[in-house]
């Protein structure tokens, strides 16, 4: 059984010339743990579209039509969304035909347009790599693909930590998940170890990925948490 846990931040670029609407995508984007930029014309979109995970387009831009930028995403294997106020559907049909993977008409809610986001991305697939990956049957784990020497209680630790990725352990359930219901630790052993799994998984992100959680225990913290740097 192989537990993969992404890290990278998914960076979505906005292609929009009306500040309030490029800045109201952004915002909603930004709260649900997502990075973003924005574009207001053709010309800055293709200069930035290299680090975008998605693009958010719209077609009615100062210096050109959007959808003459979507063959080009289409060519990095950038996944588009459309935003438009065109709403007939030749237009629809026009955007999904050249390469666009979904199409929201303007007027929008920008909750609906972060649900599409992540649709479109969980379609997408995975990241070309995982920061963490580990395979309990051989009992091996990885950053970058880097084997760690783990200890066998780390190891079980960070097992047990990815089986159910945000849920919040106390010391007293790792103790039993580790080591065995009713074993004899203290909380001070247990967070020993823990730092020095901590330690081990070393990169400023992953390294962060064991976030504590004061007066209760420790989980696995959100990938976009974990990429910002928050501290445990």
């Known amino acids: 059984m192989l537990a993969y846990l992404r890290v990278v931040t998914p960076h979505i670029l906005i292609v929009e010339d009306e500040p309030a609407i490029a800045e109201s995508v952004a915002y909603a984007l930004s709260r649900d743990g997502f990075s973003t930029g924005v574009a207001s014309s053709c010309e800055k979109a293709r200069a930035l579209m290299h680090e975008a995970s998605l693009i958010v387009l719209d077609l009615m831009l100062p210096d050109g039509s959007g959808l003459d930028l979507i063959p080009l ?48 991305l969980r379609r997408a697939g995975p990241a070309s790599h995982s920061a963490l990956r580990v395979d309990r049957a051989r009992r091996r784990a990885y950053v970058y693909e880097a084997e760690l020497d783990l200890t066998r209680v780390e190891f079980e630790l960070l097992a047990t930590l990815l089986e159910d990725s945000g849920r919040v352990y106390t010391r007293e359930g790792l103790i039993d998940a580790v080591w065995g219901p009713g074993f004899a630790m203290s909380d001070r052993t247990v967070d020993s170890h823990v730092k020095s799994l901590r330690k081990k998984l070393g990169d400023s992100h992953t390294g962060q990925l064991i976030e504590t959680v004061r007066g209760v225990g420790y989980r696995i913290a959100d990938a976009a948490d974990a990429a910002r740097g928050k501290p445990p």
């Open 73 to 120: 995403a289409r060519g990095a294997t950038k996944p588009i969304i459309v935003l438009s106020s065109r709403d007939g559907e030749e237009d629809r049909v026009l955007a999904l035909e050249t390469g666009a993977d979904d199409y929201v008409v303007k007027p929008f809610s920008p909750r609906e347009v972060v649900a599409r986001v992540r649709a479109v």
